[in-house]
């Protein structure tokens, strides 16, 4: 782990994994100092990218961060105890008939009912955001369900699709490109403007999928 000044207000913490960097998006936001300094947290795959308050010192921002690996990788034990998680779950029911669920399954070596139960038998955290607004990358489901993404992407996939791609479960906000192997579909609408907060499925929040139809 090591930080590096982002700008004239921020600190970008660059971490081993996605896990360590839940782990410190929690710590930060539990930080008792977290609503006088921070102006935003980002999380990514490996970095968690801190915004300072205006008039906020980018090294006060140091000292919300962990000083030691061992203090935030969740194989130490340190990872959930004492921390003021965010409370937000959403349960997405998803129709399981995507083209790829056969495959999943082979790949997996579970059947088909099989996969569906793994991936709704556990919660899901959004880790971090990115490819499309309101596309969130979701970990912490079942380890069996771990599987490569495709070797040639589908040039259009509906919104609403539910995909798994290396650690990661998804869904598709909006008809786009994407290479992510598809089990199921989703109703709910992952980005609109109209609210109040667009991204349904914001860093943090857990999310519990549910079988349907």
């Known amino acids: 782990m090591r930080t590096l000044p982002y700008g004239d207000r921020g600190l970008l913490v660059e971490l081993a994994d996605t896990a360590d960097v839940v782990a410190v998006a929690d710590i930060v936001r539990a930080h008792p100092a977290a609503p006088e300094l921070l102006a935003d947290l980002v999380p990514g795959a490996r970095t968690v990218l801190l915004v300072a308050r205006p008039g906020v010192a980018v090294e006060r921002l140091r000292g919300m961060v962990p ?7 969740p194989k130490s034990g340190a990872f959930g105890q004492g921390l003021s998680r965010p409370e937000v779950e959403v349960v997405v029911p998803v129709t399981y008939d995507g083209p790829d669920l ?93 609210r109040s907060s667009p991204a349904l499925l914001a860093a943090g929040t857990t999310v519990r999928f549910e079988a349907v139809g």
């Open 67 to 73: 000083a030691h690996k061992h203090r935030i990788s």
């Open 102 to 194: 056969a495959d999943v399954a082979r790949l997996t070596g579970l059947g088909e009912a099989d996969v569906v139960a793994a991936h709704t038998g556990r919660p899901w955290r959004v880790a971090f955001g990115g490819f499309a607004p309101g596309f969130a990358y979701l970990v912490g489901g079942d380890p069996r369900l771990q599987v490569p993404r495709l070797e040639r992407p589908r040039t259009e996939v509906p919104a609403g699709a539910v995909g798994l791609a290396g650690e990661f479960s998804g869904i598709y906000p909006r008809r786009s490109p994407g290479g992510w192997q598809l089990i199921g579909r989703t109703e709910l609408v992952m980005w609109d403007l109209e």
